[in-house]
């Protein structure tokens, strides 16, 4: 397994913006000396806490200050956005980061962000769809691309500037429905699965859940001959993660910060999307409940790593664990959160340090120093 993270990212409007920005940068930095391994910063024009409307920008001076970690848009929103400026935009943006890029898209999440740009909320599935064709022939063909849809139309445009990776790698984002997911199953396109997402909803139908996101991508997969683990190792799960002493002390530390985050994400409507069962109300939606149930990954270090590895079981499996980037706390204890992740929950899922402690244990009983 790899880690990451995503950020929207949240500042609340009471918050420094400049200093905000100064802030999400220095996290891609600490993000790559910890050892992570990718970067998904998002797009948000409205709502006044998700402060970052062009996520371009901020990979571009992130790039120039780091050397490893990949970074991604997560995502841009396509129904919004001339195809042909955003596949250039992206394209060029990809030399910059000498092909750190990850390609990533979306419908566009936030309702205000639809009423902003007078976008009926049917028509961002189908303006999504033409647009990720158009973009994906505007990087891929070596010929000039003519394009007749219902939203746009185009003849014998060709991007100056092509991708500097030979096959850009395409990630979609989905909320209310499986349809992205079944995408990036049969294009072998990363799949981003959300940080509000239930692993199982039960009989709740209003959105899917991480076993619905992933049966719709692995079936859509299977039919267009992917192997299942390559399908698996291209899904990104977002979560909730915050790592200190126990998780009493987890829950003291962000409990005012999820309560700010939480209502401004009930007042977009977004519970909905949260809920298990039928007949729960956004006043069940407690830090407590959300934490056991959706689940969050929250606690001491083997809390974590427990929590992981049930999330593991419960989905099958996935490539990616992208910690969801919060202001819950000071940045000293956020820090400290990050560091304890990285040194002590990541090397029980990764192969070298695995390999490493069984050589040493073997050692040790050999009686080898």
Sequence with gaps: MKFGFFTMPEHPPIENWTLSYDRDIAAVVEAERLGFSEFWIGEHHTGGYENVPVPEFMIAKASALTHRIRLGTGVVNLPYQDPFMVAERLAF?????????????????LPTDKALFGLEPSEAAPRTNEALEIIWQLLTSEDPVSYEGVYWKYEDRQLQVGPYQDVPPFAIAGLTGTHNYAKCGEKG???LSVHFAPTDNGTYMDAPDLKAMGAAMLEAGNRAGIAESVTRENWRIVREVYVTDDKDQALRDIRE?????????????????MKIGDGMTD????????VENIP???GSPEECTRQIRELEEETGGFGTLLINCRDWVTTDKWNRSLEMFARYVMPQFQANQRMARRRKMANVALGIA
């Design 93 to 109: 943006l990809d030399h910059l980061t000498h092909g750190r890029l990850e390609y990533g898209f979306g419908g566009g999440g």
């Design 189 to 191: 396109w990363k799949p």
């Design 257 to 273: 910060g999820v309560k700010l985050s939480y209502d401004y994400l009930f007042g977009l409507g977004l519970g909905a999307l």
């Design 283 to 290: 006043a069940d939606l407690t830090l407590d409940w959300m």
């Design 296 to 298: 969050w990954i929250v």
